[in-house]
């Protein structure tokens, strides 16, 4: 089943103006991850904020987390040609095989294009 | 350092047939994560591995889905009776210490496969 659902499907954006997306979740969670995936290639690994930050920055990029409200927020600022491709939020969840083991569940992603 | 690799990137073949898909993930890593994506379903895990030991299958859509990692540096994810309805691109993922979900998972550029 679904964890994270991000918001919006799709944005579209001139280069320099900030991209927004946001992730809703439905159950607890230990962290929350982003990646971004380019057309016809694999899911890279973006930034991953814990359960106990409200907050986190790596270069132009700015992840918040509210777990009350269950919903995380990715931020890029000054975006450029090369940011455009779709971006996922992914929840951990304990497996079913128990203690220790882990799975990540992705939303279906924003799909992001920044015109030059 | 060499990413996750896969082979092949696009496989075509008619239904019936069976389909083999290969990964190599990163040297070191011991968790190694199987994903398909479709537009209507998303991202969706398959079946993870810890130390070439299979830990969670429950994604596996069923019994014509097998994988095996018979080494850390190979798994294979086979699909013997294939269906039109297994059309997709399937993933695999690589992450360092366990299926701790605190680690980022590196993907593969992933497999197109297409079953006529």
């Known amino acids: 089943s679904q964890q994270g659902e991000e918001d919006p499907q799709a944005l579209s954006i001139q280069e320099g103006e900030n991209a927004t997306m946001n992730c809703s979740y439905k159950?607890?969670?230990?962290?929350l991850q982003w990646y971004r995936q380019n057309s016809g290639r694999g899911l890279v690994h973006l930034i991953l904020i814990r359960s106990n930050e409200r907050e986190k920055h790596s270069g132009r990029l700015r992840v918040t987390l509210d777990t009350s409200k269950k919903s995380s927020s990715l931020l890029i600022t000054a975006s450029r040609a090369a940011d455009t491709a779709s971006y996922f939020c992914a929840t951990d969840s304990p497996s079913y095989s128990g203690a220790g083991s882990y799975q990540l569940t992705f939303g279906k992603g924003t799909k992001l294009s920044v015109i030059p | 350092d060499a990413g996750v690799i896969q082979s092949p990137r696009h496989e075509v073949t008619e239904m019936g047939q069976e389909v083999t898909l290969r990964c190599k993930p990163i040297?070191?890593?011991?968790?190694l994560f199987w994903y398909r994506q479709t537009m209507m379903r998303g991202l969706e895990l398959l079946i993870y591995?810890?130390?070439?030991?299979?830990?969670?299958d429950s994604g596996m859509p069923e019994d014509r889905f097998s994988a095996k990692m018979p080494n850390a540096s190979f798994s294979t994810l086979k699909i013997q009776p294939s269906e039109p309805r297994d059309s997709a691109v399937y993933f695999c993922a690589s992450s360092l210490q366990g299926a701790n979900s605190n680690q980022p998972q590196h993907f593969g550029d992933g497999t197109r496969l297409s079953i006529l």
């Open positions: 040297s070191g890593h011991n968790s």
């Open positions: 591995f810890n130390n070439n030991v299979p830990i969670d």
């Open positions: 159950t607890s969670i230990n962290n």
